[in-house]
């Protein structure tokens, strides 16, 4: 088992950043990312990135976030600039790894001014 906590949200203007990070319980492999889920709205793809350093992104997010990790801490992050009010949602790190799926508890980012 590996448990997820993830942690950076909160409440931001647009145009402004924030970093969401997610911590695994222990030495992690597979593909690490970022879903989020706005009210009303299906959960989404945000960013992933392999083990080996492939990295995708959603169409609406690209040249605004990245994604990156850290192997000697099993940390992975999500840097956010240039936010927009439609950003605004419930972000989830999601981990897969030998097939099973994990999920953090998710944190919220809100674009406002």
């Known amino acids: 088992q590996v448990q997820l906590v993830e942690s950076g949200g909160g409440l931001v203007q647009p145009g402004g950043s924030l970093r969401l990070s997610c911590a695994a319980s222990?030495?992690?492999?597979?593909?690490m990312g970022w879903y989020r889920q706005a009210p009303g709205e299906q959960r989404e793809l945000v960013a992933t990135?392999?083990?080996?350093?492939?990295?995708n992104y959603a169409d609406s997010v690209k040249g605004r976030f990245t994604i990156s990790r850290s192997t000697a801490t099993n940390i992975w992050y999500l840097q956010m600039n240039s936010l927009k009010p439609e950003d605004t949602a419930v972000y989830y790190c999601?981990?897969?790894?030998?097939?099973?799926?994990?999920w953090g508890q998710g944190t919220q980012v809100t674009v406002s001014s």
């Open positions: 999601h981990l897969l790894s030998n097939y099973h799926n994990y």
């Open positions: 222990r030495s992690i492999f597979g593909r």
């Open positions: 990135i392999t083990s080996d350093n492939k990295i």
